[in-house]
């Protein structure tokens, strides 16, 4: 049986353990199984000191090189994939299965950063004879990157990837809560010979964290993952040092099903989907806007597939869907759910946490919520599903719209018509039709509105870890 990795700070090249901290907890029975340590000031300097010299050596490492590195790194991951995968499933609580497809997405975001990285092309624009203007992308400098608790591995690598790619090097706060998809990552960096204070890894209480870095002066970029609110903060943080910013933030996910579909398999396909992570994922399709016509048979077909929805401890090799990840999301769950039925929202699923032990709740359906909801309107981040009538695609499209969250959004329907009115009328960076797949490796993933500044993934992704040069050169 592999063991829960032990939890340090990696800074410089070097592990080191610090001043104990925060309990790490199993979700499904609530023990303890580790202490992550939190970062003092002292830790903080030289995590800085150790990235502005990383950053020194790894922009003048070869795209080529730095290619190499990271896909040695990757391939031990895929090596480890057992181990990695049993320590998330311990912290956090999803199914194995899940959690080895989090290895192996992580590794992709990996891979494909290895090679986009070798691709950031510059142009030269055409001139008078004599003289040359060359555009180039040279990599922005340290960045201060926080990573959020729902994807302890695939998250931290979607910035790990994207800096080293281009160049630059990195401070990871990755969570408190679930920490050791982190820790597996910089071990595979560090035995693949990454240079020392390229890669540096620390735990802390997160503002502290964050007040003392984005101000200092190797800090050119702030990259985060997590709410709207915290975002927000961050964001005019790193304003007040003119400092850029990559925000990946909250979501409240539509779903439109349009009246020329199956209502049986789209509900189907959409109620196992909202399982995944227990419905703690930034792109869950959340808020059901479904045609009329189909509606009743969508509900039925929804409600019995979330029933069905084997719901334990992610170990269980007949786990569907593992607990939530902590005691607040059972708290919020708990409070939303309340709201909904007390402003005459029906139940038709769930709706109760299950047993004493552990954050185990189930996949619930309410159906005919009014606006004035509360889970309407504020991201469930857990696995609620949302379910209304619409009498019209434009609608849908109109209650979609409705928020001022835009990150991920899904669709429904054969109609080339209805596709076409989709993509010019939904506000979100990423719409999926017939799909619920928000991003892969090679597609950018950002949002709009609320949701975000900037893109991570895709070629599009690696141009934020970058600044543009413009060189004018006269021969003379």
Known sequence: MPSYPDLQHYIGGRWTRGSDGWRVLNP??????????????????????????GFRIWSRTSPAKRAAIML????????????????ITLEHGKPMAQARLEVIRG??????????????????????????????HRPIGAV??????????????????????????????????????????ARAFHDAGLPPGVLNLVFGVPSEVSEYLIPQDPIRLVAFTG??????????????????????????????????????????????????????????????????????????????????????????????????ANARRIEAMETLVADARAKGAHVRAGGERLGKSGYFYPLTVLTELPDDARVMRE????????????????????????????????????????????????????????TLEASVAETPFGGVKESGLGREGGAEGILNYTIVKNVSHRMI
């Not at 790193?238 to 990559?246: G, I, N, S």
């Not at 409600?303 to 593992?322: I, L, Y």
């Open 227 to 324: 709410s709207t609110a915290v975002g927000k903060l961050l964001t005019g943080m790193a304003a007040c040092h003119m400092k850029p910013v990559l925000m990946e933030l909250g979501g409240h996910a539509p779903v439109i099903v349009c009246d020329d579909v199956d209502p049986v398999a789209a509900a189907t396909m959409s109620a196992t989907r909202k399982a995944r992570n227990a419905g703690q994922v930034c792109t869950s399709p959340t808020r059901f806007f479904v045609h009329e016509t189909l509606y009743d048979a969508f509900v039925a077909a929804f409600v019995e597939k979330a029933r069905a929805v084997t719901v334990g401890n992610g170990f269980d090799p007949s786990t569907q869907m593992g607990p939530l």
């Open 107 to 136: 590794c992709e975001f990996f891979e494909w950063d290895a090679a986009e990285g070798q691709r950031t092309y510059g142009r030269v624009i055409p001139s008078e004879p004599g003289i040359k203007y060359v555009v180039l």
């Open 28 to 53: 499904a029975d609530e023990s303890v199984i580790g202490t992550v340590p939190l970062a003092t000031k002292a830790d903080l300097d030289d995590a800085l000191a150790a990235a502005a010299e």
């Open 144 to 185: 201060a990157a926080f990573s959020p608790w729902n994807f302890p591995m695939s998250q931290p690598a979607r910035k790990i990837g994207g800096a080293l790619a281009a160049g630059c090097s990195i401070i990871l706060k990755a969570s408190e809560e679930t920490p050791a998809g982190a820790i597996h990552i």
């Open 379 to 434: 991201e469930p981040f857990g696995p609620l599903a949302l379910i209304n009538p619409v009498s019209s695609l434009d609608d849908a499209i109109e209650k979609a719209n409705a928020l001022p969250h835009g990150l991920a959004a899904y669709a429904f329907t054969h109609s080339a018509r209805n596709a076409d009115r989709l993509v010019e009328g939904v506000e979100a960076g990423n719409l999926s039709i017939n």
């Open 72 to 87: 040695n790194a990757a391939a031990l991951m895929r090596e480890r994939i057992e181990d990695i995968a049993h320590a």
